[in-house]
T-cell receptor, first 112, second 114 residues
Framework: QKEVEQDPGPLSVPEGAIVSLNCTYS??????FMWYRQYSRKGPELLMY????GNKEDGRFTAQVDKSSKYISLFIRDSQPSDSATYLC????????????FGPGTRLSVLP | DVKVTQSSRYLVKRTGEKVFLECVQD?????MFWYRQDPGLGLRLIYF???????EKGDIPEGYSVSREKKERFSLILESASTNQTSMYLC?????????????FGPGTRLLVL
């Protein structure tokens, strides 16, 4: 079993839809959870950073962590064509900026 | 804003050539990383460094070496390039222990080995 699992997609949705992206993980030591967005042929950029369980909202994006189920989600409201990208989840057991484990990424297409 | 730059966006090399990929960060970060990214496999850690002149092997170090002579610069070296090293190479940096630590990525170098 991989340490972090993520549906690779591709996921295609119409503009304006609510998008749900998910990762599951096996290591209960993970406490810090991140979502990165990667446009085609570019490096990943940090979207959301959360610690432990709970929700965090930033504009149209909401990150949700359920440590009891070892499950994290990223919701995108009112999705736009500019949201079309690959979304990577990442997690770590410490706060040292090291020892990250990345999911393989989900490719999202938002159709106008 | 953190800036991580990589020396080349695209490279084409021949099998057996020695290849240098350079990464520079401007935020005085202690940690620097080299990953490769392949479809379906995600990001795989090649090498990382927690300090100048210090290096640690990641998950897939075979066929690679690194150099960190200055804090801001981390180089990845392919001693003798092979076709299975065709990939997207991503450099990242992070700080340690100052709060919400995350890794910041460069734009990537797409390497083709013929």
């Amino acid at each position: 079993q991989k340490e972090v699992e993520q549906d690779p997609g591709p996921l295609s949705v119409p503009e304006g839809a609510i998008v749900s992206l998910n990762c599951t993980y096996s290591n209960s030591a993970f406490q810090y959870f991140m979502w990165y967005r990667q446009y085609s042929r570019k490096g990943p950029e940090l979207l959301m950073y959360t610690y432990s369980s709970g929700n965090k909202e930033d504009g149209r994006f909401t990150a949700q962590v359920d440590k009891s189920s070892k499950y994290i989600s990223l919701f995108i409201r009112d999705s736009q064509p500019s949201d079309s990208a690959t979304y990577l989840c990442a997690m770590s057991g410490d706060n040292y900026g090291q020892n990250f484990v990345f999911g393989p990424g989900t490719r999202l297409s938002v159709l106008p | 804003d953190v800036k991580v730059t990589q020396s080349s966006r695209y490279l084409v090399k021949r099998t057996g050539e020695k290849v240098f990929l350079e990464c520079v960060q401007d935020m005085d970060h202690e940690n620097m990383f080299w990953y490769r990214q392949d479809p379906g496999l995600g990001l795989r850690l090649i090498y990382f460094s927690y300090d100048v002149k210090m290096k640690e092997k990641g998950d897939i170090p075979e066929g690679y070496s690194v150099s960190r002579e200055k804090k801001e610069r981390f180089s990845l070296i392919l001693e003798s390039a092979s076709t299975n090293q065709t990939s997207m190479y991503l450099c990242a940096s992070s700080s340690t222990g100052t709060g919400q630590e995350t890794q910041y990525f460069g734009p990537g170098t797409r390497l083709l080995v013929l």
